[in-house]
């Protein structure tokens, strides 16, 4: 029922751009932060930072979960019901139970966020999940919602944030 209420392409990995510049070293750096909980990818528009992780995750096995982050996402109602979608294109039936309760009530996310992070403690593979654009969101909840997420998260999950400035 939720994918109705969405914007698929805003979930959906880009593609990867045909005779874009090939960065093997920035690869190896990314290859090599898969060991460790965040990597964070932060640089000036123009970049190619979303084509960089672009190419990295296809040459990557594992699933990867793609959120492209606009300003409507600063609203932490409408930015879990999207990171949940996101994770949905890995295990369909993951934060189902969330999106229910945020559809009768305004929680914090924090509080939602325990909940998810115990379904992901049961997902069985390794997974990657991008948050495309980070720098857009203007809203401390959200912020303090993704600090505990990395302060939480199982092993099994990395965690993706492409930026133009470090977020808090």
Known sequence: FMLKQILATKIYIPAPRPNSVLRPRLIDRLNAG????VTLVSAPAGFGKTTLVTEWITAVDRPTAWLSLDEDDSNPVRFLRYFIAAL???????????L??????????????????????TMPQEMILVLDDYHILDNTEIDDALTFLIDNQPSHMHLVINTREDPQ
């Not at 898969?34 to 909980?37: A, P, V």
Request: proline share 8%; net charge negative.
């Open 34 to 37: 898969l060991h460790g909980k």
């Open 88 to 98: 949905q294109t890995i295990s369909p039936e993951i934060g189902t139970n969330i």
């Open 100 to 121: 229910n309760v945020l559809e009768s009530s305004q929680p914090s996310i924090t509080s939602l966020l325990i909940p998810l992070l115990n379904e992901f403690a």
